[in-house]
């Protein structure tokens, strides 16, 4: 940590960024954490919490640009931009990215439009009656008009959007992830529900912040590299 902050000091004539960080910075303190996870899970909360100005890549508006999955009469996929309050969701199922801006939404689904030959009427980057005009061209299957099967199209659009879909929940309940040998995490649909303290007799320090990308992320990687760490939740148990 000292050698980090003092590469920022020492840069503060050399970069803009550094320099705005230096002259607003009036004294320096720290939270001691247990584990790296819990690390990233603290920083991230305060991030949202203090709004640094210098810090974008956590800081996140409460309104995000949410790409929802629908199915058309026909059977077919699609996918609209939304504007949605994340905290508010207690279930993630039907998300298939989350950005910053409906800008930033709307070129990702363009880029992935081109490189699948999905149809841009069904993806919501067009309005047509009948055949999208990329169809015309010969670079849209023919999904819009009913000329490819929805199997066939739904098939190549989940895959198109494998990476950024967020993954549905993937245990039969809520779960208690142990990050230290005296602290556990209650999380449910990737939402932290609560702390469990195993230092004397199992508590639960209930905590209700609702569905964040940047907790989703961090969660997802540490269950992936540490799955040994899960186990169901059990009030029995804890």
């Not at 550094?18 to 910075?25: G, H, P, V, Y």
Request: glycine share 4%; charged share 25%; proline share 3%.
């Amino acid at each position: 940590i000292r050698e980090r902050v003092r590469s920022h000091l020492t840069n503060d004539t050399k970069i803009v960024k550094e320099m705005k960080l230096a002259q607003r910075s009036f004294a320096i303190e720290h939270i001691q954490t247990d584990t790296e996870v819990e690390a990233l899970l603290l920083e991230s909360a305060k991030v949202k919490e203090l709004q640094p100005l210098l810090n974008r890549q956590l800081r996140r508006k409460t309104q995000q640009s949410v790409l929802m999955k629908h199915i058309s009469d026909e059977g077919y996929v699609t996918f609209a931009i939304e504007s949605k309050d994340l905290s508010d969701l207690t279930n993630t199922e039907g998300i298939y990215g989350v950005y910053t801006s409906r800008m930033q939404a709307k070129t990702s689904l363009e880029s992935l439009t081109k490189t699948f030959q999905l149809c841009p009427k069904l993806m919501g980057l067009a309005k047509a009656t009948g055949a999208c005009f990329r169809y015309q061209l010969g670079f849209c299957k023919g999904a819009c008009i009913n000329k490819e099967t929805a199997e066939l199209y739904n098939r190549r659009a989940e895959l198109a959007l494998l990476h950024s879909k967020i993954e549905s929940w993937p245990f039969a309940s809520k779960i208690a992830i142990t990050t230290s040998p005296s602290k556990s995490l209650l999380v449910n649909q990737w939402i932290i529900e609560g702390i469990v303290e195993h230092e004397f007799e199992p508590t639960v320090e209930p905590i209700s912040n609702g569905f964040d990308i940047d907790t989703y992320n961090i969660l997802r990687s540490y269950i992936r590299r540490h799955p040994q760490s899960v186990q169901l939740y059990d009030d029995d148990v804890f």
